[in-house]
T-cell receptor, first 110, second 113 residues
Framework: DSGVTQTPKHLITATGQRVTLRCSPRSGDLSVYWYQQSLDQGLQFLIQYYNGEERAKGNILERFSAQQFPDLHSELNLSSLELGDSALYFC?????????FGPGTRLTVL | DAKTTQPPSMDCAEGRAANLPCNHSTISGNEYVYWYRQIHSQGPQYIIHGLKNNETNEMASLIITEDRKSSTLILPHATLRDTAVYYCIVTRYSGAGSYQLTFGKGTKLSVIP
């Protein structure tokens, strides 16, 4: 158990819909990262927040957005969903050089 | 971040040492070598990282060549639970828990009974 929690574990939705994935980092970790893992693209870094502020952006689509709240939990919002957005979404947190990953949310878009 | 090259797959007998190579010939002086692994579809797990010197922890050892262009992750006594995809990642660590991981395809290690 990494100490990072993600909800929900599974999400099934339809194309065009909007969903929100939630991540609670380890206690005391100020950085939160979001990653997407799909069969064809592998594990890709999406975005990082540090203490409430966006720190770095990766291959995040404009339809996707994220935020980190004062209690340091983070949410990843995915809108206008397409079939290709079906993937595992991981959140990670860190305070030092090691990133701790959560168990992931499996999103299926039908 | 520098690119890395790893063999797509390797086998290792249970109880033997697993040596996983990684080439990173374009690594810069301030870039670290990280190793993570992913067991099935679980979240990736940190193993070890280093800059220049060899490193060892309770999970593994990391051997970095003197020119830093390649490294080897060593699992001293592989068990069936070590079957996973192992990722070698080179990245710049900017402090305060701030760095990004660029995952490649990794090496699929199969530990055989």
């Amino acid at each position: 158990d990494s100490g990072v929690t993600q909800t929900p574990k599974h999400l099934i939705t339809a194309t065009g819909q909007r969903v929100t994935l939630r991540c609670s980092p380890r206690s005391g970790d100020l950085s939160v990262y979001w990653y997407q893992q799909s069969l064809d693209q592998g594990l890709q870094f999406l975005i990082q927040y540090y203490n409430g502020e966006e720190r770095a952006k990766g291959n995040i689509l404009e339809r996707f957005s994220a935020q980190q709240f004062p209690d340091l939990h983070s949410e990843l919002n995915l809108s206008s969903l397409e079939l290709g957005d079906s993937a595992l979404y991981f959140c990670a947190s860190s305070v030092g050089p090691e990133q701790f990953f959560g168990p992931g949310t499996r999103l299926t878009v039908l | 971040d520098a690119k890395t090259t790893q063999p797509p797959s390797m086998d290792c007998a249970e109880g033997r040492a697993a040596n996983l190579p990684c080439n990173h010939s374009t690594i810069s002086g301030n870039e670290y070598v990280y190793w993570y692994r992913q067991i099935h579809s679980q979240g990736p797990q940190y193993i070890i990282h280093g800059l220049k010197n060899n490193e060892t922890n309770e999970m593994a050892s990391l051997i970095i060549t003197e020119d830093r262009k390649s490294s080897t992750l060593i699992l001293p006594h592989a068990t069936l639970r070590d079957t996973a995809v192992y990722y070698c990642i080179v990245t710049r660590y900017s402090g305060a828990g701030s760095y990004q991981l660029t995952f490649g395809k990794g090496t699929k290690l199969s530990v055989i009974p």
